[in-house]
């Protein structure tokens, strides 16, 4: 089985640091977040990755090279503009060939292995399983209506979801899939929606499952699902790099990376990019900083050398 990774977005939410850095390749815990992806992308037998790029590509190239630092192969496509998650798979159709394939989204990270849903796309012989999850706010998502574990439903953040099952940035496909990308349209929202594509499986007599994820499942991109997702991976305590200088009292979920000088008066629930210095007088709190920065004090602020953002 191949992977196809979907890593074209811009990550405008994390601006100004990923104007900088490529969302998949900020560090998470000190290790670039698709470092996550290719260890569960192994753990079910994947040996080649074809990354979707975008703008980012050739900061995607220079990082990641041909091989990952777990031995997985790695290609590249590009996707010119931002249509939508069906629309980045379609370049990747070349590149994969008639394998079958999984494809995961860049920007999650999963604290369990996949193994369970890769195992019973592969014994069941389906056109395609689809990793969900019970969540409390189903409406955020594309939302799968199950009957046993076959999709029978599928609608794109519904406002009055049918159930509590989200669709979790997993995706495994046989061969069908491509032909519903040439017939599918864009949505209301001008986007070629996976949902969309995965519905027409449906409709179209395709056997079509859900694989329920019972462990945690974390998308980083936001400040606040991006300091959470740190959290979790420290286990909520620090992780100051023996290489770093760091003159400030530390509270708790906090991630300072190799090379860093930190001053101020207490850093806490913050993450330190590799190589940074952050000058304060005060404290550092819900924070996410890169480059050389200086300010009074940095909370509730993505900051990039001297471009900085308050994030309420
Ligand atoms: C996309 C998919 C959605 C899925 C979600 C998972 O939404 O369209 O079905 O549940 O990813 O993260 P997006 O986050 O791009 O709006």
């Given at each position: 089985?191949?992977?196809?990774?979907?890593?074209?977005?811009?990550?405008?939410?994390?601006?100004?640091?990923?104007?900088?850095?490529?969302?998949?390749?900020?560090?998470?815990?000190?290790?670039?977040?698709?470092?996550?992806?290719?260890?569960?992308?192994?753990?079910?037998?994947?040996?080649?990755?074809?990354?979707?790029?975008?703008g980012?590509?050739?900061?995607?190239?220079?990082?990641?090279?041909?091989?990952?630092?777990?031995?997985?192969?790695?290609?590249?496509?590009?996707?010119?503009?931002?249509?939508?998650?069906a629309?980045?798979?379609?370049?990747?159709?070349?590149?994969?060939?008639?394998?079958?394939?999984?494809?995961?989204?860049?920007?999650?990270?999963?604290?369990?292995?996949?193994?369970?849903?890769?195992?019973?796309?592969?014994?069941?012989?389906?056109?395609?399983?689809?990793?969900?999850?019970?969540?409390?706010?189903?409406?955020?998502?594309?939302?799968?209506?199950?009957?046993?574990?076959?999709?029978?439903?599928?609608?794109?953040?519904?406002?009055?979801?049918e159930?509590n099952?989200?669709?979790?940035?997993?995706?495994f496909?046989?061969?069908?899939?491509?032909?519903?990308?040439?017939?599918?349209?864009?949505?209301?929202?001008?986007?070629?929606?996976?949902?969309?594509?995965?519905?027409?499986?449906?409709?179209?007599?395709?056997?079509?499952?859900?694989?329920?994820?019972?462990g945690?499942?974390?998308?980083?991109?936001?400040?606040?699902?991006?300091?959470?997702?740190?959290?979790?991976?420290?286990?909520?305590?620090?992780l100051?790099h023996?290489?770093?200088?760091?003159?400030?009292?530390?509270?708790?979920?906090?991630?300072?990376?190799?090379?860093?000088?930190?001053?101020?008066?207490?850093i806490?629930?913050a993450?330190?990019?590799?190589?940074?210095?952050?000058?304060?007088?005060?404290?550092?709190?819900?924070s996410?900083?890169?480059?050389?920065?200086?300010?009074?004090?940095?909370?509730?602020?993505?900051?990039?050398?001297?471009?900085?953002?308050?994030?309420?």
């Open positions: 089985m191949k992977a196809v990774i979907l890593a074209a977005g811009m990550g405008t939410r994390l601006y100004p640091v990923t104007q900088v850095i490529p969302k998949p390749l900020l560090p998470l815990a000190n290790r670039p977040t698709l470092d996550y992806a290719f260890d569960r992308l192994k753990e079910i037998g994947v040996q080649d990755v074809c990354v979707v790029v975008g980012n590509e050739a900061a995607m190239r220079d990082a990641l090279g041909d091989k990952t630092g777990n031995g997985l192969t790695v290609a590249y496509a590009r996707q010119p503009e931002a249509k939508g998650l629309h980045a798979m379609s370049f990747a159709k070349d590149l994969v060939g008639t394998d079958d394939f999984c494809m995961y989204l860049g920007d999650a990270v999963y604290s369990e292995s996949l193994t369970g849903a890769a195992e019973r796309f592969r014994s069941s012989g389906c056109a395609n399983l689809n990793l969900v999850k019970a969540v409390p706010d189903p409406s955020r998502f594309g939302v799968a209506n199950v009957d046993g574990d076959r999709i029978v439903r599928l609608v794109e953040k519904p406002k009055v979801p159930s099952l989200a669709m979790a940035g997993v995706y496909f046989r061969q069908p899939i491509w032909d519903m990308l040439e017939d599918l349209q864009p949505s209301a929202r001008g986007e070629y929606e996976i949902t969309d594509a995965i519905q027409m499986l449906v409709d179209r007599g395709h056997d079509v499952r859900a694989g329920v994820y019972t945690e499942w974390f998308d980083t991109g936001t400040l606040d699902s991006f300091l959470e997702t740190s959290a979790f991976l420290i286990g909520g305590g620090t100051i023996p290489e770093s200088d760091v003159d400030a009292e530390i509270g708790q979920n906090v991630v300072i990376g190799p090379g860093c000088k930190v001053r101020a008066t207490r806490e629930n993450v330190v990019l590799p190589g940074a210095t952050v000058e304060s007088d005060g404290a550092i709190h819900r996410l900083i890169g480059g050389n920065a200086s300010a009074t004090e940095f909370v509730s602020t993505i900051a990039m050398g001297s471009d900085s953002r308050r994030v309420d």
